[in-house]
C-alpha cells in the first residue's frame, strides 16, 4: 500500500531533506510545496509576520492546508540568544536583512551577523526552537521542541544548515546523549548518500570530564551521572555503526584524554584503549606497552597515509590487537546504566535496554557537587585545579580521605631542606 503523503510546508532543501527520513520511519511520503504544484509568490514571508513561533507555524499550515487540501505540516524554527534579547528568534532566517540572498549565501551572512553580535560576550547560551503544526480537516495539532547549548567561537562541521556550524563545543553544561543524537543526524546521512569519510574524529563526547553540575542540563549533574551519559553515549555510537553498512570496513578507537593526569593503582601514565570493528580480537585484554603515537601509526596504515612525524614513523602499529584470521563479523548493543532512569534526557524505555540489577543512585546530589567545585571554570579542558578536583571526586565518591599522590621523586624531595627550614 502506497505511503500517505503530507505536505511538507517549506522550500527549505535541508529541512525536507531531514524530515523525509522523519517521516518515511511511520510510513508516510512527504512532499514540499514544489512537488505540490504550488507556485512561489513574492509575499510568502509575509505568513511569518507574528510575534511566537505558534502563530507562524499554524498561519502557514492553515494557508497551505485551505490551497492543497491534504494533510500539511508546517514549522516555525529559529535560534534564540539571552545576550542578543531573544534575537534572532522569529526572525532567525531573515536577520541578516539581506532580501537578495538565499541558501547557503544567507546562511553566512546570517552566521557572519550572529558572531559580530556575539564578540565578546561571556554569555554564549542559545537554544533552538521549532514549532510544528499539522492541519488537516477538522484538525489541529501544535508542538514545540527545545535544544539547548552554547554558541561557539568558529564554525564546526559540514553536516548541518542555518546556524548549526556555530552551535555547541566542548561543554560540561550539555549532555553527550544529546550530543549523539546530533552526532547520529549527520552520520545517518552519510549513509543515505553513501559517502562517510574515511577518517572521522568524534572530539564532542566529553562528559567523562565531569562539571557544571550546578547548570547541566537533562538532569545530569553529578559525576556518576554523567560518566554514565558518557559511556552510553560512546555506545550508541559503536552500536549505529554496527548496525549500519559501514560495519564491515570500519574501526572505532576509543581513547581517554589526559591520561597522564591522575595517577592509579598501578602507573600514573597508564590509560585504556578500546577497539571495536572487524577483524579485532574479541574480549581480548592486551597489556602491550603502547602509547598515542602507537595509536596515530595504527590508524596511518590503516589508511595508506603518509607518516605524520618520525614519531608515528618509528612507532609500532598496534598489530596485536587484530585477528586477521576472524571472519571480520561483529555486533554491538548499547546498554545504559540504570542512572540514566533518574535524568531527564528523554529515553524512552521501549528502546532503551537498562543494565539488569537494581537501580543506582549517585552518592550525593547536584548541590553538593556545586558546593564542592564552586569557582572551578569548567568552560573549557584542563581549567580546573587537578590535584584539588581529583581530591573532591575521590572522597565525595568514596567516603574516605583521598590518598596523597606519590610518585618516584618523592623520596628524593623527602630530604631536601623547605623554604621554611632556610
Not at 73 to 85: F, I, K, Q
Not at 139 to 154: L, N, S
Not at 191 to 216: Q, Y
Not at 402 to 421: E, I, Q, V, Y
Request: net charge negative.
Amino acid at each position: 500500500m502506497a505511503a500517505e503523503r503530507v505536505l511538507l510546508a517549506t522550500r527549505s532543501s535541508g529541512k525536507l531533506r531531514e524530515l523525509r527520513a522523519l517521516f518515511a520511519e511511520h510510513g508516510r511520503a512527504v512532499i514540499d510545496l514544489d512537488d505540490a504544484g504550488i507556485p512561489e509568490w513574492p509575499d510568502e514571508d509575509a505568513l511569518e509576520v507574528h510575534e511566537t513561533f505558534e502563530e507562524n507555524a499554524l498561519a502557514k499550515a492553515r494557508h497551505f492546508f485551505g490551497i492543497a487540501r491534504m494533510p500539511v505540516v508546517a514549522d516555525d524554527s529559529g535560534l534564540v540568544v539571552p545576550a542578543l534579547n531573544g534575537a534572532p528568534g522569529v526572525l532567525s532566517k531573515r536577520w541578516s536583512g539581506r532580501t537578495d540572498l538565499r541558501g547557503q549565501a544567507l546562511d553566512d551572512e546570517n552566521n557572519r551577523l550572529l558572531i559580530e553580535r556575539l564578540r565578546g560576550a561571556s554569555d554564549r547560551r542559545a537554544h533552538y526552537v521549532c514549532v510544528a503544526a499539522f492541519v488537516d480537516a477538522g484538525h489541529e495539532i501544535v508542538r514545540r521542541g527545545e535544544v539547548h547549548g552554547r554558541i561557539v567561537e568558529a564554525s564546526r562541521g559540514s553536516g548541518g544548515f542555518g546556524y548549526d556550524p556555530y552551535f555547541r563545543a566542548y561543554d560540561q553544561v550539555y549532555p553527550d546523549y544529546w550530543r549523539f543524537n546530533e552526532w547520529n543526524r549527520e552520520f545517518q546521512q552519510f549513509v543515505a548518500n553513501d559517502n562517510l569519510p574515511s577518517l572521522e574524529m568524534i572530539r564532542g563526547l566529553s562528559h567523562d570530564h565531569t562539571g557544571s553540575f550546578g547548570s547541566a542540563l537533562g538532569g545530569v549533574n553529578t559525576p556518576e551521572l554523567q560518566q554514565a551519559d558518557n559511556d552510553f553515549a560512546v555506545g550508541l555510537v559503536v552500536q549505529a555503526v554496527a548496525n549500519s553498512p559501514y560495519a564491515k570496513d570500519t574501526l572505532i578507537i576509543v581513547i581517554e584524554d589526559d591520561c597522564q593526569d591522575g595517577a592509579d593503582h598501578v602507573d600514573s601514565h597508564r590509560a585504556t584503549t578500546y577497539f571495536v570493528g572487524p577483524y579485532v580480537k574479541q574480549h581480548a585484554v592486551l597489556s602491550t606497552r603502547y602509547s598515542q603515537p602507537n595509536v596515530l601509526r595504527t590508524i596511518e596504515d590503516i589508511l595508506g597515509t603518509e607518516h605524520i612525524n618520525l614519531n608515528t614513523y618509528y612507532a609500532r602499529p598496534m598489530a596485536d590487537v587484530f585477528d586477521v584470521h576472524s571472519s571480520g563479523k561483529w555486533t554491538y548493543h548499547a546498554v545504559a546504566s540504570t542512572l540514566l532512569k533518574l535524568t531527564t534526557l528523554g529515553l524512552d524505555p521501549a528502546k532503551v535496554e537498562f543494565a539488569s540489577g537494581p537501580d543506582l543512585k549517585p552518592t550525593h546530589d547536584a548541590q553538593y557537587w556545586a558546593d564542592k567545585t564552586r569557582g572551578f571554570d569548567f568552560s573549557g579542558e584542563d581549567r580546573v585545579p587537578a590535584d584539588l578536583y581529583n581530591k573532591i571526586l575521590w572522597e565525595g565518591l568514596k567516603g574516605t580521605p583521598a590518598p596523597a599522590a606519590k610518585t618516584s621523586f618523592s623520596k628524593l624531595n623527602a630530604g631536601k631542606p623547605t623554604d621554611d627550614d632556610e
